[in-house]
Nanobody, 125 residues
Framework: QVQLVESGGGLVQAGGSLRLSCAAS????????VGWFRQAPGKEREFLAA????????YYADSVKGRFTISRDNAANTVDLQMNSLKPEDTAVYYC??????????????????WGQGTQVTVSS
């Protein structure tokens, strides 16, 4: 089993930055990939970025490429999402998710077996 806890959400003005952190505990050695998703009110959950737990390949959605950066902090056992140049449309609940290797693409929400509780990000105009 893997437990995920997100932190770092909050209120920020447009153009500002936030850094989200996803802490993994339990059996993180079973993780192949960690992803970040978000869900805005009235919208479906959206893939943002993913990173191989080994620290290798990164994946980004076109909507955040160049503004968001996913990385791993080996010492803290976290996967972080640095978000820059935030816009009001980035307002959403942000979730991290993890999965063992299953051959499914990183964008496929249903392929992730572990989810955090989410953290709210609000960007004011």
């Amino acid at each position: 089993q893997v437990q995920l806890v997100e932190s770092g959400g909050g209120l920020v003005q447009a153009g500002g930055s936030l850094r989200l952190s996803c802490a993994a505990s339990g059996r993180p050695s079973s993780i192949h990939l960690v992803g970040w998703f978000r869900q805005a009110p009235g919208k479906e959950r959206e893939f943002l970025a993913a990173l191989q737990w080994s620290g290798g390949t990164r994946y980004y959605a076109d909507s955040v490429k160049g503004r968001f950066t996913i990385s791993r902090d080996n010492a803290a056992n976290t996967v972080d999402l640095q978000m820059n140049s935030l816009k009001p449309e980035d307002t959403a609940v942000y979730y991290c998710a993890a999965k063992a290797y299953n051959g499914k693409p990183p964008t496929e929400e249903a392929s992730y077996g572990y989810w955090g509780q989410g953290t709210q990000v609000t960007v004011s105009s």
